[in-house]
């Protein structure tokens, strides 16, 4: 039997798209190694949240969780943000949902 794959979209802070295949029983730390790979980008500083009425905060779950468990299907949007680093500062980053949350 083969597993079946599923495409889903991510949009950067920029506004840039691009896709991600995994398989459908993938978890969320599946799916950040894939995009960690693929852009570049630090698996452990990744925050994803998925494009919902309400903006579903993936992350809430843990790394173990299945992306289907999470409401993740195929063609799914995903918004992909950053934790910043820790340098010890105190300034303190806000994080704005984007305009299309907003309705």
Known sequence: MS???MRVVVEN???TLFYIQVG???TLADLKRE???QQKLPFDRLILILDTDLGHLMTDH???V???DCGV???SHIYLFFNPIDDGSTHHIVFTWPES???
């Open 3 to 5: 597993l079946k794959m």
């Open 13 to 15: 802070l920029t506004g």
């Open 24 to 26: 459908s029983d993938a």
């Open 35 to 37: 995009i960690e790979a």
């Open 62 to 64: 843990g790394d173990g």
């Open 66 to 68: 299945s992306l289907m």
């Open 73 to 75: 299907q195929d063609g």
């Open 101 to 103: 949350f907003l309705g």
